[in-house]
Nanobody
């Protein structure tokens, strides 16, 4: 069974930066894409960014130019560099990945941006 663990959330002022990381562990024999989603209070979970196993990146319009997703060579760790943060970026951020043809989710990490 594959597990994902996120880290790097916290409290930051508007305009600041945070870097989230997500590491996969377990028995992995096939690697798919990985990505980040977020859920603000009272709202549905939404897509933030993704990176394919081949390195192709995709971003939500709301974060383009401010966030950058990257993945290490082992394809088990993904990071999300978040710059120019806004109060509306406040949410629980979830890591998601496809391993062994199965979609796996992390527990989430809180990001709070104060104005």
């Amino acid at each position: 069974q594959v597990h994902l663990v996120e880290s790097g959330g916290g409290l930051v002022q508007a305009g600041g930066s945070l870097r989230l990381s997500c590491a996969a562990s377990g028995s992995i024999f096939s690697f798919g894409g990985m990505g980040w989603y977020r859920q603000a209070p009272g709202k549905q979970r939404e897509f933030v960014a993704s990176i394919s196993s081949g390195g192709t990146t995709t971003y939500a319009d709301s974060v383009k130019g401010r966030f950058a997703i990257s993945r290490d060579n082992t394809k088990t760790t993904v990071a999300l560099q978040m710059n120019s943060l806004k109060p509306e970026d406040t949410a629980v951020y979830y890591c998601q990945g496809v391993f062994n043809l199965v979609s796996v989710w992390g527990q989430g990490t809180q990001v709070t941006v104060s104005s």
